[in-house]
């Protein structure tokens, strides 16, 4: 299992910008494709964005291109969502993982951007 720890989330106002931070244990995380997700009040967790081993790749749900970038740190067990013009409806609960695979959720973290 790979243990992981979200961080940076907060309370923004719309247009603003946070940087979440997601950080993995285990030697193997250079190898994993990692993804974020988020989750919102009443609906179900939902892909935002996911990033290729070597961070040459990644990928975004249309919702959030163009606003959000995914980014890693291999030599830090680390991957990153850098989330610029945000709206209302980006309020959720955001969490990363191991894309594509059944490892535990960790606790997530807030964001909750006001009108």
């Known amino acids: 299992q790979v243990q992981l720890v979200e961080s940076g989330g907060g309370l923004v106002q719309a247009g603003g910008s946070l940087r979440l931070s997601c950080a993995a244990s285990?030697?193997?995380?250079?190898?994993?494709?990692m993804g974020w997700f988020r989750q919102a009040p009443g609906k179900e967790r939902e892909f935002v964005a996911r990033?290729?081993?070597?961070?040459?790749?990644?990928y975004y749900a249309d919702s959030v291109k163009g606003r959000f970038t995914v980014s890693r740190d291999n030599a830090k067990n680390t991957v990153y969502l850098q989330m610029s013009s945000l709206k209302p409806e980006d309020t959720a609960v955001y969490y990363c993982?191991?894309?594509?695979?059944?490892?535990?959720w960790g606790q997530g973290t807030q964001v909750t951007v006001s009108s």
């Open positions: 993982n191991v894309y594509g695979s059944h490892n535990p």
């Open positions: 285990g030697r193997a995380f250079s190898t994993y494709v």
């Open positions: 990033i290729s081993w070597s961070g040459g790749i990644a």
